[in-house]
């Protein structure tokens, strides 16, 4: 692989990263309850703390999958 090709994969990567943290961070913003759904484990004592996120997982794995087949669709025509 040449370098300018790995250079250009760098940049390409490198927005997706800056776009992903601004949505990450505007969903923090958002007051959205991601993160403490009904059905996300979490577990606490004195010295020892386990939390597991699983349905805000789901959730957001359906919505991802959602949103990547319309756009692959678009992407198709």
Known sequence: MELSTLGKWMIFAGL?????GLLLWALGKSGLPLGKL?????????????????????VIS?????????I?????K
């Open 16 to 20: 997706g990263f800056i776009v992903l």
């Open 38 to 58: 009904p059905g996300d484990i979490r577990y606490e004592s004195e010295k020892f703390s386990f939390y597991f996120p699983i349905v805000t997982f789901v």
């Open 62 to 70: 359906i919505v991802l999958t959602i949103l990547l087949n319309i």
């Open 72 to 76: 692959i669709r678009f992407l198709k």
